[in-house]
């Protein structure tokens, strides 16, 4: 008997302990949501405040440099990693803070990669209705649990589900001009989900939910060939 109400003590200070950790966890979240989100309608010429928006947002724990050129926001990370789900999700995160901001830059181990408002603006309908609870609940989708290579037209979303990349170049399609292949990626890992719809890239490109210029403002390795002179059959 004295051994079962020892069980139960144990039991309760169980529930308890978890319960207290997930209000804790939650005040944590919130906090952080909150921290940011008084820096909404931030100057794009106050750099102050952009450089603690960017310290909060926390990049892999890296050290950065920045710099403002007309509306263009330009960050340099001292690290080799590269998550392109954290810097879209950052990038949309300083778009909902930053007044007059179109365009932002990173720069990572000398490679580029750039984020356009337009764009961004398109997967939440210019930011209306819109926090950064709602910006981070985006990312924790099933599918972003492998590797995300960018999003098109504010409603579709291209993710490679192998964890390979592969050396060689295979055929993507081709116009009057280019012949066009990816690398790293292979064409059946490369998913396409557009609503709740799943679809493989070239059942995608066949069925015109996108086209190869639709592929290059994202992520999946592209490059080109120019066509010669004899006509592709």
């Known amino acids: 008997m004295r051994g079962q109400k020892v069980r139960w003590m144990i039991n309760k200070m169980k529930i308890v302990f978890i319960c207290l950790s997930s209000i804790l966890l939650l005040f944590i979240i919130n906090g952080s949501y ?3 989100e008084k820096f909404r309608n931030t100057s794009i010429n ?13 990049y892999d724990k890296s050290e950065f440099t920045f710099d403002i050129i007309e509306n263009n926001l330009y960050i340099n990370y001292k690290t080799e990693r590269v998550n392109y789900k ?32 337009d764009k ?5 309908d210019n930011f ?17 649990d492998e ?14 589900i192998s964890e390979v990349c592969l050396d060689n170049y295979l055929e993507l399609g081709y116009d009057n001009d280019y012949i066009y292949y ?35 403002d994202t992520n999946l390795k592209i490059s080109k060939e120019k066509v010669k002179n004899e006509s592709i059959s």
């Open 86 to 117: 954290d810097l879209e999700k950052n990038a949309s995160i300083l778009f909902y803070l930053i007044d007059g901001l179109d365009n932002i830059n990173y720069q990572i181990n000398n490679q580029d990669y750039l984020f356009k408002y």
């Open 182 to 216: 990816i690398t790293c990626s292979s064409l059946d890992s490369v998913i396409i989900i557009n609503g709740n719809k799943e679809y493989q890239l070239l059942e995608a490109l066949e069925d015109g939910i996108i086209n190869i210029n639709d592929l290059m």
């Open 46 to 58: 106050n750099s102050k405040q952009l450089e603690k928006i960017i310290y909060l947002l926390n």
């Open 120 to 124: 961004i603006a398109l997967i939440y």
């Open 128 to 144: 209306n209705n819109v926090d950064i609870g709602k910006i981070n609940k985006r990312y924790k989708s099933k599918y972003f």
């Open 147 to 160: 590797i995300y290579l960018g999003n098109i037209d504010g409603k579709t979303d291209l993710f490679d």
């Open 34 to 36: 909150y921290s940011l």
